[in-house]
């Protein structure tokens, strides 16, 4: 009967770790959105902050940031599977 629990705990965590790695590239995608929306947004407010374009840059930067993100989530996506 001591056989059955360690049984369970490994299943179980050979089925956590299936599950881990195979979220990883929509972790890794989810990361990318929000540091490229991070990175445009500030360049923008820098470019903002030289040539006092107050909305300007940051509101282009963002929707930079946007798209660039939106791009490599959906093709990680739905372009990544092989």
Not at 8 to 24: H, I, M
Not at 60 to 77: D, Q, S
Request: net charge positive; hydrophobic share 40%; proline share 4%.
């Amino acid at each position: 009967m001591t056989d059955k629990p360690s049984r369970n705990f490994s299943r179980g965590w050979s089925a956590f770790q299936k599950f881990v790695s195979q979220s990883g590239p929509a972790a890794s995608a989810s990361y990318a959105l929000l540091g490229s929306i991070l990175f445009c947004t500030l360049l923008g407010y820098v470019i903002d902050t030289a040539y006092e374009t107050s909305p300007y840059g940051v509101l282009i930067g963002m929707g930079i940031g946007l798209t660039a993100g939106f791009y490599h989530l959906a093709k990680t996506m739905w372009g990544g599977r092989k």
